[in-house]
């Protein structure tokens, strides 16, 4: 089983629309928990870390629940420049990265 | 925010030759950064960890000899692809952590290296 799961879409919707992604992991001692997003044969850049509490960034609102070892990014009112891989990323003891293969996303017109 | 350069962007080799990719952490000291390698349409792969001034630490499954990695100062590291072969091609993306303060680190990621071995 791999450490971090994702649905790898594609996820296709119109502008305007609001769109959830999730992940789930399988490390329990998973200790810090981030989305990234990777354009096309760019480097991935961090989108948001999250939180158990959960946490909000303009239209961008992320979720973690531990029991259930389950995350969820969902965005609200997609632009065109939404448009690019989300990749869900666990981070254990230390620092290195896990990532999930990725969710792509396709706002269109 | 913190930048992170990659050098060289791309680079085609013949198969059997050596391959150097540099890391630098322009505006921050990084006592570790990280090797990552993407094949296309895969999941960013940790390959090793990189810490000044000691030995790297590989992931299971990569070859150290291999791929030998260098971190001799506090903004830069050396990722040297050995004897490379076309099954190394791949997307070698470098990251660095910083720290942020209040016991938060964020890793920065460099704009990653195209390999392409033929």
């Known amino acids: 089983r791999k450490e971090v799961e994702q649905d790898p879409g594609p996820f296709n919707v119109p502008e305007g629309a609001t769109v959830a992604f999730n992940c789930t992991y399988s490390?329990?001692?998973?200790?810090?928990f981030f989305w990234y997003r990777q354009d096309c044969r760019k480097e991935p850049k961090l989108l948001m870390s999250?939180?158990?509490s959960g946490n909000e960034d303009g239209r961008f609102t992320a979720q973690l629940n531990r029991a259930s070892q389950y995350i969820s990014l969902l965005i609200r009112d997609s632009k065109l420049s939404d448009s690019a891989t989300y990749l869900c990323?666990?981070?254990?003891?230390?620092?290195?990265?896990?990532f999930g293969k990725g969710t792509s996303l396709l706002v269109t017109p | 925010g913190a930048v992170v350069s990659q050098h060289p962007s791309r680079v085609i080799c013949k198969s059997g030759t050596s391959v150097k990719i540099e890391c630098r952490s322009l505006?921050?000291?990084?006592?570790?950064m990280f090797w990552y390698r993407q094949f296309p349409k895969k999941s960013l792969m940790l390959m090793a960890t990189?810490?000044?001034?000691?030995?790297?630490?590989?992931e299971q499954g990569v070859e150290k000899d291999k791929f030998l990695i260098n971190h001799a100062s506090l903004t830069l590291s050396t990722l040297t692809v050995t004897s490379a072969h076309p099954e190394d091609s791949s997307f070698y993306i470098c990251?660095?952590?910083?720290?942020?303060?209040?016991?938060?680190?964020?890793?920065?990621f460099g704009p990653g290296t195209r390999l392409l071995v033929l």
């Open positions: 990251s660095a952590l910083r720290w942020e303060g209040r016991r938060n680190e964020t890793q920065y």
């Open positions: 999250v939180y158990s």
């Open positions: 490390n329990s001692a998973s200790q810090s």
């Open positions: 990189s810490n000044e001034g000691s030995k790297a630490t590989y």
């Open positions: 990323v666990v981070s254990n003891s230390g620092y290195a990265l896990n």
């Open positions: 505006d921050f000291q990084a006592t570790t």
